[in-house]
């Protein structure tokens, strides 16, 4: 729990509060019939136009049947995760969307293609502090529909970690990522264990949009998948100018959802995955840096702890161009205060220019940020071992602690030594030839990228190139890239 209170509990409850108002005053814009006829049975009265009020006894009675915890199942059970509001272990997972892929140098690079998600998911597979691989970027060289479907291939070829956080515009699409991905780890939502979760973002302010909403309602019927709520809305245009507001009205999307999703399909475990940003009023664009937006991920699991939700926040973000000093202290602060609040994810390795684009090398070096982090938040250890007094006198009349029996073990223990940046002297430094830290991110990526990818044991590999073939026809494509093919030839082209 965070030790200092940046959101008092009578500021959560005058959010949550402003939240539960919102929903019965300004209600949801519906924009489906068939998602307005699933509110309406669950309790929820129409309201003016194609607005639906939401009272606070429909919310309340749906976070009741949100189960209290789930498992996120790997194909490695090792890897499995389990998810709670608890406060704490934190899992990482990278960040997603991104459009472009670029060299962290010069912020310049290219649209992405199916070849980098290979890439991208190689490198992350094999992050120590990765727990959860989703498709970091959207390939461009694949049909947009089936766009999802061809990233979850990718990103299951190259690792054995969870996989999650698909993103879903039609039913089509979470019809065929659901078979996908019971394929892939065998779980189907039975004794509390999922495949994976699929992500699903109402649109602000406080609208639910026609297609992507029945693909939510139609994942909640299957009882198969866990499904986060993802709302994105920007302080001062689709969302209040004053920080709590923002929070209010996130909060109100995000319960809205959970109302939904229980209507559909009562006990279906909800995460709360919420991406509150700001505009700069300078300039009319979206900012990630800041305090404000690390504030917002900290009242967000504050939030959803008190809902009992597991919450997915922002992490190792910012809205650096490339990996300068800003990127360094952005992603830094955000994700040592976020995980201050121990969420049950954090969001956002790989992340650059505000979510927009993706390097390589960052993975690495967001990476080494969540390591540090994490070793921040660990307590240490002040026992009889650690505070051996006789040790510390024996030592202190010596004039040494070299020699003593405990410094060997509590400095591996205790102090932990960064692997990525450099802690040498200016002659060393000089003589590798002044490299930065995305210097030896780079080489890191090669190394990575040299392991042999995980693989697909043959039965599942075949099932999901199938699916994806049978989607493409189902929705009357002329033509596609055959996925076996066009996963092998990425495959042999890494790097």
């Not at 934190?90 to 290979?118: C, E, K, S, W």
């Not at 699916?467 to 082209?493: K, M, N, Q, Y």
């Amino acid at each position: 729990m965070i030790d200092y209170e940046l959101w008092p509990e009578e500021s959560l409850e005058a959010i949550h509060e402003a939240s539960l108002q919102l929903l019965e005053r300004a209600g949801l814009r519906v924009l489906s019939s068939e998602v307005r006829q699933v509110l309406l049975a669950a309790g929820c009265t129409p309201g003016t136009g194609d607005r639906v009020l939401v009272p606070r006894r429909v919310v309340e009675e749906a976070l009741a049947t949100c189960p209290a915890s789930f498992t996120m199942v790997a194909r490695d059970p090792k890897r499995d995760l389990v998810m709670d509001a608890a406060p704490g272990p934190t899992y990482v997972h990278n960040m997603g969307g991104a459009v472009d892929v670029v060299d962290p140098r010069t912020g310049l690079g290219h649209r992405a293609t199916f070849r980098d998600q290979i890439e991208f998911s190689r490198l992350l597979h094999h992050m120590p502090n990765v727990d959860c691989v989703i498709a970091i970027t959207l390939p461009h060289d694949v049909p947009d529909e089936l766009e999802p479907m061809y990233s979850l291939l990718a990103v299951a070829s190259e690792t054995d970690k969870c996989v999650g956080g698909m993103g879903i515009s039609f039913p089509f699409q979470e019809r065929y990522l659901r078979e996908m991905s019971i394929a892939l780890t065998g779980a189907d939502g039975s004794d509390g264990h999922y495949p994976a979760d699929v992500a699903f973002s109402p649109v602000s302010p406080l609208t639910l949009g026609e297609d992507v909403n029945e693909a939510l309602v139609q994942a909640a019927r299957s009882r198969a998948v866990s499904i986060g709520i993802l709302p994105a809305p920007a302080a001062g245009t689709t969302a209040p100018g004053s920080l709590a507001g923002a929070l209010a009205q996130q909060n109100a999307e995000v319960l809205g959802g959970v109302v939904l999703v229980q209507a559909a399909g009562p006990g279906v475990p909800v995460s709360y995955a919420p991406r509150l940003f700001a505009i700069d009023p300078r300039t009319g664009r979206g900012s990630a840096g800041g305090a404000a937006m690390v504030l917002a991920s900290v009242a967000a699991v504050l939030l959803a702890r008190r809902y009992g939700l597991a919450c997915d926040c922002y992490g190792p973000t910012g809205g650096g161009r490339v990996a300068d000093a800003q990127y360094g202290w952005e992603h830094a602060f955000n994700t040592y205060v976020a995980m201050q609040a121990r969420p049950r994810f954090l969001s956002g390795v790989g992340d650059l220019q505000g979510g927009l684009a993706a390097a390589l090398e960052n993975v690495i070096m967001d990476d080494e940020i969540v390591g540090i982090a994490r070793d921040a938040m660990r307590r240490r250890s002040w026992d009889a071992g650690a505070l051996d007094v006789d040790e510390m006198v024996e030592g202190a009349l010596a004039g040494s602690f070299l020699s003593s029996k405990g410094t060997r073990r509590h400095l591996r223990s205790d102090y932990r030594l960064s692997s990525l940046g450099f802690e040498g002297g200016r002659e060393e430094w000089e003589a590798m030839g002044h490299e930065s830290v995305v210097d030896i991110a780079r080489e890191r990526v090669g190394e990575a990228l040299a392991h042999e990818p995980v693989g697909l044991p043959e039965d599942i590999l075949g099932e999901m190139c199938r699916l994806v073939d049978v989607c493409a026809r189902e929705i009357g494509l002329s033509e596609w890239p055959d996925p076996r093919r066009l996963l092998e030839a990425a495959t042999e082209r890494v790097r």
